[in-house]
């Protein structure tokens, strides 16, 4: 399981994200992406826990609250849903000569 956190300020980075989760269990692993066009952070972050009941009590903890002024939407992530792809060929257009 891995953890959605939302509503990241845009300043925020990984030693502040595991900072925050720290309290709630041992972090795995914190990934906070990039926009590939802007190069900024997104605002949002994955963080992964040791233990299912840690990710749990992280994010009925952290659900709502308000950090750097914000508030949080911490919930758990869903499984990344597949893009179509648009490599090449005429990408299905019904084309007349």
Avoid at 5 to 18: A, K, R, S
């Amino acid at each position: 399981m891995s953890i959605y956190v939302g509503n990241l300020p845009f300043e925020v980075n990984q030693e502040d994200v595991v900072e925050v989760f720290t309290e709630y269990g041992k972090i795995k692993r914190v990934h906070l992406p990039i926009d590939r066009e802007t190069k900024k952070k997104r605002g949002f972050a994955f963080v992964e826990m040791e233990t299912p009941a840690q990710e749990s009590a992280a994010i009925a903890a952290l659900n709502g609250a308000e950090w750097m002024g914000r508030e949080l939407k911490v919930n758990q992530a869903r499984e990344k849903e597949p893009r179509p792809s648009f490599a090449g060929g005429d990408r299905g257009r019904d084309r007349r000569y």
